[in-house]
């Protein structure tokens, strides 16, 4: 997790995990100096041999098996989830000492409700200040999904949504629970996670713009540092590592009621950590908040299966809507296509950089899409282009490369 390593300390993430664990006995943990590790003595500066024994987790070991560890945990896990269903006596440990009944069905049903001194004084009173007089685009794929979409987050703790790139998952799912509620007069607080900064923003932008409401307001977004948000704020769009270091700061979700986690299907390292915390706490001290996982392609069953849950004799999956249709056709074309727009970039896979040819043929190639605005729709008076252009969506590795691509787009630009 180098990402995450200079944010987060080494005490922090053992403290955390100590969240519904179970206790190691006849063992004793060293405490660590800022430089030296467990066998490092700070008054001597020099390593030290342990007169102890030092509890090792079994993955640190020699010839330690991984995957059998986690297979055998697997299993462990389950168990201990089949056994918490049985004993249905057992008291469950909540928040403040309080003694709760830990019902596994609830969770699936989705019935556990948000406790009363989690809700803010006067909380829905914000709903008052806002239109949500709305007209959902109907072209949107996901529109005609709107009521299942509701009643599948209303009826179970987590639910998995299944639709393609551009079919409106990202903006429309959160204002159709924000809504929901507010046409209830029920509180709310939404967070939605996204694995790049410049989403998080724009589609926090994107949302209010739709809604004619100011950014930062009902609707805001987080980015690092920069929090455009306040008191009224019931939907924040985050990174996903403004989530993780939230959740691992207050080891709960309680300040949230939904908690969506856009793009799971990315697998990087801060979604994987983000899908491993959300589930422990799911499973421990925050049973009331809901959990939506939206992703765009057919491996959804898998984050399903990730949060299944134990009803009578079997493991009952999180149920997956799958919204069908896209927002507008998609054709693939590839590098061998463009042949006419001359020779194709040659393509090292031991040097994994772009090459002057690539830039100059992704010039090419966006000059011949205005020419084809141009054949269609003609050009404005007294300027070169069509009088509505198209947009052109272009992946780089990083700020050089796309200081790069400007630099040759504006020469390009003045020459043609």
Same mark, same amino acid.
């Given at each position: ?35 030296? *590790? ?37 299993? !462990? ?18 928040? *403040? ?112 713009? !739709?809604?004619?409401?100011?950014? *930062?307001?009902?609707? *805001? ?94 493991? !009952? ?100």
């Amino acid at each position: 997790m180098s990402r995450l390593r200079g944010e987060i300390t080494i005490e922090e993430i053992d403290d955390w995990f100590s969240i519904g664990a179970k206790s190691v006995k006849n063992t004793k943990s060293v405490p660590r100096t800022a430089t030296g *590790g467990r066998f490092f003595n700070p008054e001597t500066q020099s390593a030290r041999v342990p007169t102890e024994k030092v509890y090792v987790p079994s993955y640190h070991q020699p010839s330690y098996n991984a995957t059998a560890y986690a297979e055998a945990y697997r299993i !462990e896990e389950e168990q201990d989830l089949f056994n918490s269903q049985s004993q249905t006596n057992n008291d469950f440990v909540g928040l *403040g000492g309080k003694m709760e009944h830990l019902d596994l069905e609830s969770i699936v049903s989705g019935s556990v409700a948000v406790p009363d001194d989690l809700v803010p004084e006067n909380a829905t009173d914000v709903y008052n200040s806002y239109n949500f007089d709305h007209r959902y685009d109907q072209k949107l794929p996901i529109t005609q999904y709107r009521d299942q979409v509701l009643a599948t987050i209303e009826s179970n703790q987590v639910t998995v949504i299944q639709g393609s790139t551009g079919s409106g998952k990202t903006t429309q799912v959160p204002q159709y629970i924000l809504d929901h509620y507010a046409s209830m007069g029920k509180y709310c607080n939404i967070i939605v996670t996204q694995p790049r900064r410049i989403a998080a923003m724009s589609i926090a932008r994107r949302v209010c713009s !739709e809604r004619n409401w100011d950014v *930062g307001t009902i609707c *805001g977004y987080q980015v690092g540092m920069d929090r455009t948000a306040n008191e009224d704020t019931r939907l924040l769009y985050v990174t996903t590592g403004v989530l993780l270091r939230k959740l691992i700061k207050t080891k709960n979700m309680l300040q949230f009621t939904h908690v969506i986690l856009d793009e799971v299907h990315e697998r990087d390292q801060e979604t994987d950590f983000s899908l491993l915390i959300v589930r422990k706490l799911l499973r421990s001290n925050s049973r009331h908040v809901k959990v939506v996982m939206m992703s765009a392609t057919f491996d959804s069953d898998m984050f399903g299966q990730y949060f299944a849950v134990p009803i009578r004799d079997r493991l !009952e999956p999180a149920p997956v809507v799958c919204v069908e249709g896209k927002a507008y056709n998609v054709s693939e074309y590839y590098a061998d296509d463009l042949t006419q727009l001359g020779e194709i970039p040659p393509l090292d896979e031991t040097r994994p950089e772009i090459s002057e040819q690539a830039y100059i043929m992704a010039c090419r190639l966006i000059q011949e899409f205005d020419n084809l605005d141009i054949k269609k729709q003609g050009i404005i008076k007294g300027n070169k282009f069509a009088p509505y252009r198209g947009t052109v969506l272009v992946f780089l590795p990083g700020y050089a490369e796309i200081e790069n691509m400007q630099k040759l787009l504006k020469q390009v630009g003045r020459h043609s």
